[in-house]
């Protein structure tokens, strides 16, 4: 159901998406459909929440910081996942991680940056050995500063796609170098 409800959000966008939709698209019943979702919205909060956690696992697989040459080249990776799912993962490119629909669609407690922030902090901490706590202020930034550059090329498109991309690494960089 999440597969074919990430089809439809990347051919209708979210508007145009419906649980009778996602249901015949998946090849179930809609009552079938409901029995584990309540609406269309909490379908699509659950395809969100599976891309945080492939986002944060391959983030997981493929760094690893004990043989990094240098500490960015986990930056430029990370964001490099980011743009590899915004350009091959099924419905990323229009709900990403649930910004567009809601600031706090991932958990209605907390906006949707702040759980990201959280969950990379959890795992480079955990990987760098550096603590958590230590780390997630400097990651919120880092969060936002590269998300309002990556959306200028993605969202905006007011520039080169790979500009922006290189950009939003150097900035990050030139942010968190002075940081750690």
Not at 143 to 158: K, P, T, V
Request: net charge negative.
């Amino acid at each position: 159901m999440l597969g074919a409800c990430a089809e439809l959000v990347d051919e209708l966008g979210y508007d145009g998406v419906t649980t009778t939709l996602i249901a015949e698209r998946a090849g179930v019943a809609v009552g079938s459909l409901y029995q584990f979702f309540p609406d269309k919205r909490a379908v699509v909060q659950a395809l969100t929440k599976r891309n945080l956690d492939q986002f944060t696992a391959e983030i997981d697989r493929r760094l690893d910081w004990n043989h990094l040459e240098h500490w960015w080249d986990g930056v430029d990776e990370i964001i490099d996942i980011y743009v590899e799912m915004y350009r091959t993962v099924p419905g990323f490119a229009r709900v990403r991680f649930g910004d567009v629909i809601d600031l706090r669609f991932i958990d209605d407690q907390r906006d949707n940056n702040t759980v990201i922030a959280e969950k990379l902090a959890g795992v480079i901490g955990e990987r760098s050995g550096l603590p958590v706590e230590g780390l997630f202020r400097q990651i919120t930034i880092a969060n936002e500063l590269a998300d309002g550059i990556l959306a200028l090329a993605f969202r905006r498109r007011l520039f080169d796609q790979q500009d922006m991309i290189d950009e939003a690494k150097r900035v990050v960089r030139g942010y968190l170098a002075g940081e750690l």
